[in-house]
């Protein structure tokens, strides 16, 4: 593929670049200034223009100087270099304005492709998204607690299928990413089979290569969900935001100013890992409560013969009754938690994402707005359903491959070879 040319890797890497899949490196600039060369101002210039022309579809050439703040003559070189890349098209000329009607210009969807591959201890999603933002096709298989090999048997079995039929040109492939959870062979959950622990010592970057013949960067569920929320979800009007995913575990990402922070050690947002002291039993974390496999598991409890996501659609009386004790003691745990948060980092919002259906989500969107709203804090965030929420990690997943190559980043301007 043109988009990155080989010569251009080289360099890159002569210059100590970030590798690829090295999806954890920060992606805003460093305490210490770091200065910048005038290729790689080029080069985020380039992204910047068509992060502008990706937001706003049938911007014009002068509508991208003012917000970009970059002169006509580079917004002319650098719209044609990327009609040139196949990755923006005209779409014809603004009307009912004075003076000669201007270009005007939307990226090509099937400019760039990018897969996203989502590993869970509940389910696998692989699905490919297209460079407007838009699931060409996706695939996702309920599996508990799948082994390394299941997951290889699933991308081999799906791939191929998957690309065509969503009609995607390989050519066009930028990448793949690869969301899963961290700690994902230590941590344990309800029906947890033995020899799960082995997840601890694969590399899943290596184990897919021979099945993958592209970059592969991999990255914490909760993380990539957050960053598909600020790339394509809430973030223009949340630029701050706490995104809360409730999938087998508990899950948190955190963004400020629309980047990703990730904390000294690359373990923020953990949120279902804190203690729960609101709850009976002893030494219990919030995920405890505030999980799928927590949820089912009461379902189980309650006498529902092997209770999936679709009793939890269409509950009958009986499941509504353990839903609704299960929304009421999830407020609870995760109250004080998000008390912190408002109090701490006061976001704009906390938005609530993962696989509960939508009307769970909602549901418990608004008990912890209920429940914050008797306190009296300095500041509270909205609390609402996350834009991209089922297939977000996946999703999420798919957009480090576009981070990489295509859309902005402060972290591009850093000099090469800093850490």
Same mark, same amino acid.
């Given at each position: 593929?043109?988009?990155?040319?080989?010569?251009?890797?080289?360099?890159?890497?002569?210059?100590?670049?970030?590798?690829?899949?090295?999806?954890?490196?920060?992606?805003?600039?460093?305490?210490?200034?770091?200065?910048?060369?005038?290729?790689?101002?080029?080069?985020?210039?380039?992204?910047?223009?068509?992060?502008?022309?990706?937001?706003?579809?049938?911007?014009?050439?002068?509508?991208?100087?003012?917000?970009?703040?970059?002169?006509?003559?580079?917004?002319?070189?650098?719209?044609?270099?990327?009609?040139?890349?196949?990755?923006?098209?005209?779409?014809?000329?603004?009307?009912?304005?004075?003076?000669?009607?201007?270009?005007?210009?939307?990226?090509?969807?099937?400019?760039?492709?990018?897969?996203?591959?989502?590993?869970?201890?509940?389910?696998?999603?692989?699905?490919?998204?297209?460079?407007?933002?838009?699931?060409?096709?996706?695939?996702?298989?309920?599996?508990?607690?799948?082994?390394?090999?299941?997951?290889?048997?699933?991308?081999?079995?799906?791939?191929?299928?998957?690309?065509?039929?969503?009609?995607?040109?390989?050519?066009?492939?930028?990448?793949?990413?690869?969301?899963?959870?961290?700690?994902?062979?230590?941590?344990?959950?309800?029906?947890?089979?033995?020899?799960?622990?082995?997840?601890?010592?694969?590399?899943?970057?290596?184990?897919?290569?021979?099945?993958?013949?592209?970059?592969?960067?991999?990255?914490?569920?909760?993380?990539?969900?957050?960053?598909?929320?600020?790339?394509?979800?809430?973030?223009?009007?949340?630029?701050?935001?706490?995104?809360?995913?409730?999938?087998?575990?508990?899950?948190?990402?955190?963004?400020?100013?629309?980047?990703?922070?990730?904390?000294?050690?690359?373990?923020?947002?953990?949120?279902?890992?804190?203690?729960?002291?609101?709850?009976?039993?002893?030494?219990?974390?919030?995920?405890?409560?505030?999980?799928?496999?927590?949820?089912?598991?009461? =379902?189980?409890?309650?006498? &529902?013969?092997?209770?999936? /996501?679709?009793? @939890? !659609? #269409?509950?009958?009386? +009986?499941?509504?009754?353990?839903?609704?004790?299960?929304?009421?003691?999830?407020?609870?745990?995760?109250?004080?938690?998000?008390?912190?948060?408002?109090?701490?980092?006061?976001?704009?919002?906390? =938005?609530?994402?993962?696989? &509960?259906?939508?009307?769970? /989500?909602?549901? @418990? !969107? #608004?008990?912890?707005? +209920?429940?914050?709203?008797?306190?009296?804090?300095?500041?509270?965030?909205?609390?609402?359903?996350?834009?991209?929420?089922?297939?977000?990690?996946?999703?999420?997943?798919?957009?480090?491959?576009? =981070?990489?190559?295509?859309?902005?980043?402060?972290?591009?301007?850093?000099?090469?070879?800093?850490?």
């Amino acid at each position: 593929m043109t988009l990155k040319t080989a010569a251009q890797k080289n360099r890159a890497s002569k210059a100590g670049a970030k590798k690829p899949n090295d999806a954890r490196s920060p992606r805003t600039l460093s305490g210490t200034l770091s200065g910048t060369n005038l290729e790689r101002a080029g080069d985020y210039n380039l992204r910047t223009v068509l992060q502008a022309i990706r937001l706003q579809p049938d911007v014009t050439r002068i509508e991208i100087s003012q917000l970009t703040g970059l002169t006509a003559p580079t917004i002319a070189n650098i719209t044609h270099r990327l009609i040139e890349m196949g990755l923006v098209t005209v779409v014809g000329r603004r009307k009912g304005v004075r003076g000669h009607p201007a270009l005007m210009l939307r990226v090509v969807p099937e400019g760039a492709f990018s897969i996203g591959l989502n590993i869970d201890r509940d389910h696998l999603t692989i699905l490919i998204l297209d460079l407007e933002g838009v699931v060409r096709s996706r695939v996702s298989r309920e599996a508990a607690f799948a082994m390394p090999e299941e997951v290889i048997a699933f991308v081999r079995d799906e791939l191929d299928g998957v690309i065509t039929s969503g009609k995607v040109d390989r050519t066009r492939i930028l990448g793949v990413g690869v969301a899963i959870p961290d700690d994902l062979g230590r941590i344990s959950l309800a029906h947890r089979p033995p020899g799960y622990e082995r997840w601890s010592d694969i590399a899943i970057d290596k184990a897919l290569a021979d099945l993958m013949p592209w970059p592969i960067h991999c990255d914490n569920d909760a993380a990539a969900a957050a960053l598909g929320e600020a790339e394509y979800g809430t973030a223009f009007d949340n630029p701050s935001f706490f995104y809360l995913l409730i999938s087998a575990g508990l899950g948190g990402g955190l963004v400020i100013n629309r980047n990703y922070h990730r904390g000294a050690a690359s373990r923020s947002g953990e949120i279902g890992l804190m203690p729960d002291p609101t709850s009976t039993g002893p030494n219990m974390l919030v995920q405890d409560t505030v999980s799928m496999s927590a949820l089912l598991e009461r =379902l189980e409890q309650a006498g &529902l013969a092997s209770p999936s /996501i679709t009793d @939890l !659609a #269409a509950p009958c009386p +009986e499941t509504e009754a353990v839903i609704r004790r299960w929304l009421e003691d999830s407020v609870r745990s995760l109250t004080l938690p998000l008390v912190s948060l408002s109090c701490l980092i006061d976001p704009h919002a906390i =938005l609530i994402g993962g696989r &509960l259906p939508e009307s769970l /989500i909602a549901r @418990l !969107a #608004a008990g912890l707005t +209920e429940a914050l709203s008797r306190m009296a804090l300095p500041s509270t965030p909205r609390i609402m359903p996350a834009v991209i929420a089922q297939d977000a990690p996946a999703i999420g997943a798919a957009i480090l491959p576009f =981070l990489d190559q295509l859309l902005p980043s402060d972290a591009i301007l850093m000099q090469a070879g800093r850490n």
